[in-house]
């Protein structure tokens, strides 16, 4: 990993500057009390001389690790020879990547419109599918996040729309199928038949996409029961509708396979992605079709772009951060972490009564947590006006220097692909003190003050 330079922080002038004159995303201003991070290397985050697992690999787009040499070194490279150029322009950088990821994309995903990150991704992704077919609707379920700008936040169903709707039009929903607790259980033809009479509600011929993640991620890391996706792909097909996957989270390794579609075979007409691409050293993602759509714009138009679409140091970034993942086994060694982090989590999670539900493939793993394991009620309501629970955990967590992502009653474990076994069971059993806290909020009501 990259040596980081010994640059003196003044940590306590960059949280009241932070306080001052930064708006936080998701959050109250008035409460915030920053954590500094002055570097990070590995797994790790360093706040001045305390290390802090990064066990959730950010917003789970660190991928690669904090700091792999070869990524920075590309950075600094491209930095020296050209930062920006035009999309309409020839790069290098830019081209080499569209040409990796059409190697290891599935299918014949074969061209690649480049964006800055997934929810400008979702907003060109549904733009062409409907300049494509020339529908106007598309179908995704409740319980998915596509972004944030005002097309992406519509199409994802849960809380995060609701402060800006009304969002765009055309936008359906339909329900996600939920081993842990939908009506659908385990049964994928259910939940395609729901799927179906959706469409059949909504005209197929109005219909250009059906969108989702092919495992949910932070709206409840729902692993779908297996052949739905491979029902969906025939149910699209026999009514001509576009399959569009969300790859953003899912995406480069972080399920064990390069992308989650891969573990039915099923390969989408679209496929965005952004996070693992350039595992978050430079904001990137992209828009990925197959070999019709691509032709289809050979001699249409196609109204969508972006001034920093193709970035070259992002650009170059991707290129580096696509090599080290094939030249050095970092998804086949992230999958047989996976196994690891599910065995060790499904062990701690015995001897927590508040744990519901460990899901998850390869290293993207959720704890669902829950008042009564008979009953499924979830410990914190989904969507609803408290998290206390979410930051009793994640106070618990962080004093014991652990960081994990939570919302409301799941925690995503998500650390890098790069992660050690003492890491692991580091990270674990951080986890497994936390949950602590989640069995007495459980049997009392109480959380620690």
């Avoid at 059993?429 to 007495?440: M, P, Y």
Wanted: charged share 20%.
């Amino acid at each position: 990993m990259a040596v980081a330079s010994q640059h003196p922080v003044d940590a306590s002038a960059v949280a009241r500057e932070t306080r001052e004159h930064v708006l936080v995303s998701w959050s109250a201003q008035g409460a915030l009390a920053p954590v500094v991070i002055t570097r990070a290397n590995g797994s790790w985050l360093y706040a001045g001389d305390r290390r802090i697992l990064d066990f959730s690999s950010g917003l789970i787009n660190v991928n690669l690790g904090h700091g792999h040499p070869k990524v920075v070194r590309a950075i600094q490279e491209q930095a020296e020879r050209l930062c920006y150029v035009t999309p309409s322009f020839g790069e290098e950088q830019r081209a080499e990547l569209a040409r990796l990821l059409a190697q290891v994309a599935p299918g014949d995903l074969v061209k690649t419109l480049f964006t800055t990150g997934g929810s400008e991704a979702t907003e060109h992704a549904m733009r062409i599918a409907r300049m494509y077919s020339g529908r106007h609707k598309i179908l995704s379920q409740w319980r998915s996040f596509h972004g944030q700008t005002a097309g992406a936040a519509t199409l994802g169903g849960d809380n995060r729309r609701w402060a800006n709707e009304p969002g765009i039009t055309g936008i359906v929903h339909f329900l996600n199928p939920d081993p842990y607790r939908s009506m659908f259980g385990n049964d994928a033809q259910k939940a395609l038949a729901h799927v179906e009479e959706v469409l059949w509600y909504e005209g197929p011929q109005y219909v250009a996409a059906v969108y989702l993640e092919p495992i949910v991620g932070s709206s409840g890391l729902i692993v779908p029961p297996d052949g739905f996706l491979r029902g969906l792909r025939e149910l699209c097909d026999r009514h001509g509708v576009l399959l569009i996957l969300d790859e953003v989270m899912t995406g480069f390794g972080r399920t064990g396979r390069w992308f989650a579609s891969e573990h039915e075979g099923v390969v989408p007409d679209i496929m965005t992605f952004a996070k693992g691409v350039s595992s978050g050293y430079v904001p990137l993602g992209g828009v990925m079709v197959d070999e019709p759509i691509a032709r289809h714009f050979d001699t249409n138009v196609l109204w969508a772009g972006l001034t920093y679409a193709g970035h070259p140091l992002a650009c170059a970034a991707g290129v580096a951060t696509v090599n080290a993942y094939r030249d050095e086994g970092i998804i086949e060694r992230g999958a047989k972490m996976g196994e690891l982090l599910m065995r060790e989590l499904r062990t701690v999670a015995a001897r927590h009564p508040s744990v519901g539900d460990v899901r998850g493939k390869g290293l993207f793993i959720g704890i669902e947590l829950v008042k009564d394991r008979a009953t499924k009620q979830a410990l914190e309501r989904w969507n609803g006006p408290s998290a206390r629970l979410q930051n009793a955990l994640r106070s618990a967590l962080m004093s014991r220097d652990v960081y994990v992502l939570n919302r409301w009653n799941m925690l995503f474990i998500a650390p890098p692909l790069t992660v050690s076994e003492d890491e692991i069971r580091f990270g674990v059993a951080a986890v497994d003190a936390a949950l602590d806290v989640a069995d007495r909020f459980a049997s009392t009501g109480q959380l620690p003050a």
